[in-house]
C-alpha cells in the first residue's frame, strides 16, 4: 500500500531536515517488507496516495482485468500483468514454447541498460536437472550473470570483474514437471533467487564478490543457452521471459526495443508424447505424466512385480464395503488395503467417530503469574490452618491452668505424655513413667516458711465414674495452690 506524506510534521528530533512530501510504497530494508497501511507512529499521513489513486479508479477502472494490477502515475496509469499474461488489459496469455537439443533464443537490446540493476523473471516447465536458463555478458564475455539450472535447483552465477561466484535456492527443485515462475534480481553486487512469491525456504539472497557493475553488451542477451557454448542448453518449456521489465519474444517476432538476432531448436506449445512408442505391456495402461510415462493397470487392478521384473495385473483387494463412512480405499498389494478416513472417522475401516480435539491456547505471561500467586496463597492458608488445629488440640482440655480429662477418656494412659512435658508444667518428678499417689494429697506450697502451716487435705471419694477432687478442708497456707483434676484409675487407698 501506499502512504501519502502530505507535509511531515517537523518533530523536534528533526527539525534541521526539510520533511518529504509525495507517495512511498514498496519499502523495504533488508529484503524486509514493510506494511505502510499499520505504521507504529503516524504523523501527517495516511494509507493511499491521494495524487494518483483517483487516476486507477476513473480512467482505469477495472481495465486491468483480473490478471492485471494498476500503476497509477501523474495522470495517467499502466498495467502491471501478473506472469503469463500480457497486453494493456493483460487479458492474453502469454504462448508457452518448448526447447529441444542444442536450442538457444539470442536478441539485441536497444537502448541503454542499467550496470547496476538487473532484473529477471521467467516461468519454466522441465524434466532436465541442468540448463541455462538466460544469460547476459560484457563484450568481451568475461563478465556475466547467468541464471541456470544445476543439480534440479535454480542457481545464479556472476563474474563482475572479480571472479565467479554462484547463489543456489536449494530448498525446491524445480526439475519436477511442473510450471515454475523463477525470478532473479540485482542491485550492485547484492543477488536475490526466488520461486513463485518467494519468502521463507523459496527465497534466498547474498552477495556475490565486491565489484557492483556489469556493462551488459547489448548482443549477448541469450535465452536458453550462453554464448559460446553449446553443452549447457535448456531442455524444456519457457514462456513470459522478462528481462529488466522488457517481455523477451520467443516467437521469432521483433519488438520496440528488442531484436532477434538468432534462434533455433524452439518450437511453439508444450506438448507431451511420453506414451507415444508404447512402453507398456497389455493389460497395463501408460499414464503421461508430461514428458515422463507411467504403467497403470486399468481400472482398481493392482499391480504385481515378479522376481523377473515383469509386471502383471491382479484384482483388488478393495470392495464395496471396504471402508465405511465415505473413507476410500487405496490397495497396497493383491492381499492389503488401507482406508483414508473423512474427517470426523478414523479406524482401520473408518468405523469410528473421531471427536475434535480443542487446542489449548498458550496461557500468557501474566495469566501464568496470577495462577501461580493463587496457588501460594492457598498453600500459606492450609499451612495457617493445619497449625491452628494442632495448637487447638492442645489447648483443648486446658482451663485456667488445670487439665480437665473427660470421664469418657479414662481409658487415656497418662494424659501429660500426650499432651504436656509434665517437668515443664513444675512437677518435681523425675520419673515420668511411675508417680505416688500420696504426693497429691498434700497441697502444693509455692512457699515452705517456718511461720506457715499446711494441713494434710482429706480424699473426698465420688462416686464411680466421677473425678477425684484433691481439695484442702482447713489450711493455713498464705499462697493458694493451683488445684489439679485427674481421671479416676479406680485405685483404693487404705
Not at 507512529?41 to 483480473?66: F, H, I, K, N, Y
Not at 520467443?250 to 519488438?255: F, S, V
Request: charged share 20%; aromatic share 6%; hydrophobic share 30%.
Amino acid at each position: 500500500p501506499f502512504l501519502s506524506v502530505p507535509v511531515a510534521k517537523e518533530m523536534t528530533p528533526y527539525r534541521r531536515y526539510r520533511s518529504f512530501t509525495g507517495c512511498i510504497r514498496n519499502l523495504i530494508v533488508d529484503s524486509q517488507v514493510y506494511d505502510l497501511a499499520s505504521p507504529g507512529e503516524s504523523v501527517d499521513s495516511m494509507p493511499g496516495c491521494r495524487l494518483t489513486d483517483g487516476v486507477c479508479v476513473t480512467m482505469a477502472g477495472p481495465s486491468c482485468g483480473v490478471h492485471g494490477s494498476c500503476l497509477a502515475d501523474w495522470g495517467s496509469f499502466s498495467c502491471e500483468c501478473r506472469p503469463g499474461f500480457t497486453g494493456h488489459k493483460c487479458d492474453k496469455a502469454v504462448p508457452e514454447f518448448s526447447f529441444d537439443s542444442n536450442s538457444a533464443v539470442r536478441f539485441q537490446l536497444r537502448g541503454g541498460s542499467s550496470s547496476r540493476r538487473t532484473n529477471i523473471q521467467l516461468l519454466l516447465r522441465t524434466r532436465s536437472t541442468s540448463g541455462v536458463l538466460l544469460s547476459v555478458a560484457s563484450r568481451d564475455v568475461n563478465e556475466y550473470i547467468i541464471l541456470e539450472i544445476i543439480e534440479g535447483h535454480i542457481s545464479a552465477r556472476a563474474n563482475l570483474g572479480d571472479g565467479s561466484h554462484s547463489l543456489r535456492l536449494s530448498g525446491h527443485r524445480v526439475d519436477i514437471g511442473q510450471w515454475v515462475l523463477v525470478s532473479l534480481s540485482r542491485h550492485d553486487n547484492m543477488f536475490t533467487l526466488r520461486l513463485e512469491q518467494g519468502s521463507g525456504s523459496r527465497e534466498v539472497q547474498a552477495q556475490l564478490g565486491s565489484r557492483r557493475e556489469l556493462v551488459v553488451h547489448p548482443a549477448s542477451l541469450m535465452v536458453g543457452n550462453r554464448p559460446n557454448s553449446g553443452e549447457s542448453d535448456f531442455q524444456g518449456c519457457l514462456r513470459d521471459v522478462r528481462f529488466n521489465g522488457h517481455v523477451l519474444p520467443l516467437d521469432g517476432q521483433n519488438r520496440d526495443l528488442v531484436t532477434i538476432l538468432e534462434r533455433r531448436g524452439v518450437t511453439s506449445g508444450c506438448s507431451s508424447d511420453a506414451c507415444s512408442s508404447q512402453p507398456c505391456r497389455s493389460p497395463m495402461r501408460c499414464i503421461d505424466l508430461w514428458r515422463k510415462h507411467q504403467c497403470k493397470c486399468p481400472g482398481t487392478q493392482v499391480t504385481v512385480t515378479s522376481d523377473a521384473g515383469q509386471h502383471r495385473c491382479v484384482p483388488s483387494p478393495c470392495g464395496p464395503s471396504s471402508c465405511r463412512n465415505g473413507g476410500v480405499c487405496q490397495a497396497l498389494s493383491p492381499d492389503s488395503y488401507q482406508c483414508q478416513c473423512q474427517e470426523g472417522f478414523r479406524g482401520q475401516r473408518c468405523e469410528l467417530g473421531q471427536v475434535k480435539g480443542h487446542r489449548l491456547t498458550a496461557l500468557s505471561a501474566s495469566s501464568i503469574l496470577a495462577i501461580s500467586m493463587c496457588l501460594l496463597v492457598f498453600i500459606v492458608v492450609l499451612v495457617a490452618v493445619t497449625v491452628w488445629n494442632q495448637k487447638g488440640s492442645r489447648n483443648k482440655f486446658r482451663k485456667r491452668g488445670v487439665y480437665h480429662i473427660p470421664a469418657e477418656h479414662e481409658s487415656w494412659e497418662d494424659i501429660r505424655e500426650n499432651i504436656l512435658n509434665y517437668n515443664e508444667e513444675g512437677g518435681g518428678e523425675q520419673d515420668q513413667n511411675g508417680y505416688d499417689i500420696t504426693e497429691l494429697k498434700r497441697p502444693l506450697c509455692s512457699s515452705l516458711s517456718q511461720s506457715s502451716s499446711c494441713t494434710t487435705a482429706p480424699l473426698i471419694k465420688s462416686s464411680p465414674g466421677s473425678q477425684e477432687e484433691v481439695h484442702p478442708s482447713s489450711s493455713s497456707c498464705s499462697s493458694g495452690a493451683p488445684y489439679l483434676s485427674i481421671p479416676h484409675h479406680h485405685h483404693h487407698h487404705h
